[in-house]
Structure formats: structure tokens, C-alpha cells
């Protein structure tokens, strides 16, 4: 039997806990096959509509998005593993069949991911359930191996 090749480890998140947890095992898994992550955080319905109502600023969803990628950061840092970030929106307004899971694993195909950290238990904070929509989606479609946390 083949041994399972991981070069690149995809982790959605959305500043939830179950998300910083979610990255945990990441890191855990690129540190066991030498791989790197890419942690993707996708925001949400709710915030997105804002933005597009100009009810918060991208500015602040930025800084917000930021503060929590650079706790994630940390994680990466303190077990040796490489990690780069990205944003994506979950929902749009204008494209109606935009879904977090199809932007999770679009984007893992994208990055030629080999593996997907997937959240799926759910979020403490109601407005960060975009990664609890996505889990069942990304669980039934993906490509990739995927661990669901």
C-alpha cells in the first residue's frame, strides 16, 4: 500500500475556536509529513452583506481577520511549520452559487493540496458558522483526504 504524500495542508477559518483548534491539527499533520499549511479564512454571510452595505468597513474586517491569522501564526511558528494566509468571501450578493465549501475546495485545488483540516463541530459564536456550513460539503466533495475536527 502506498504511504500518503502530504506536501501542502489547507485549513479553513473564520476566527472561531473550533477553527484555532482546527489549525492546530493542521500544523500537527504538516509537521508529521514536513508539509506546509495554507490557512484560508473565509468570511461569512453576515459580514460580507456588511461590507457590501458599507455597514463596517473592509478595513476593519481586515485588521479583525489579521489579528486572529497572526495568532495562527504563532501556532505554525512554535512547531517549525510553514504557514501562509489567505481571504476569501463564503457568500456573495452578486454570485448566488458561491458556497464556503466550494470556495474551500476550490481554493485547495487551486494550491494543489494534498490534505484538508476541515472544522466541523458547531461554532460557540453565531456569527462565525460560515466553516459549519461548509464542513458536509467539503466532507462529501473534496478530492483530498480530509480530517474533520
Same mark, same amino acid.
Given at each position: ?26 500544523? +500537527? ?18 459580514? &460580507? ?45 452578486? &454570485? ?7 470556495? &474551500? %475546495?476550490? +481554493?485547495?485545488?487551486? %494550491? ?18 460560515? %466553516? ?14 480530509? %480530517?474533520?475536527?
Amino acid at each position: 500500500m502506498a504511504e500518503l504524500e502530504v506536501d501542502l495542508v489547507v485549513v479553513p477559518i473564520d476566527g472561531s475556536e473550533e477553527s484555532r483548534t482546527a489549525v492546530e491539527y493542521a500544523v +500537527t499533520v504538516a509537521d508529521q509529513y514536513d508539509a506546509s499549511v495554507h490557512a484560508l479564512y473565509i468570511l461569512g454571510e453576515t459580514t &460580507v452583506r456588511a461590507i457590501d452595505r458599507g455597514a463596517v468597513a473592509e478595513e476593519a474586517v481586515a485588521d479583525d481577520t489579521k489579528a486572529f491569522s497572526e495568532a495562527v501564526t504563532e501556532l505554525a511558528a512554535e512547531a517549525d511549520v510553514d504557514l501562509a494566509t489567505s481571504i476569501a468571501a463564503g457568500f456573495s450578493t452578486d &454570485v448566488k452559487t458561491l458556497h464556503p465549501g466550494g470556495v &474551500v %475546495l476550490d +481554493t485547495a485545488e487551486q %494550491l494543489d493540496a494534498d490534505f484538508v483540516v476541515m472544522p466541523r463541530e458547531p461554532t460557540t459564536d453565531a456569527s462565525s458558522d460560515v %466553516l459549519e456550513t461548509a464542513a458536509e460539503y467539503v466532507l462529501q466533495y473534496a478530492s483530498q483526504p480530509v %480530517l474533520s475536527v
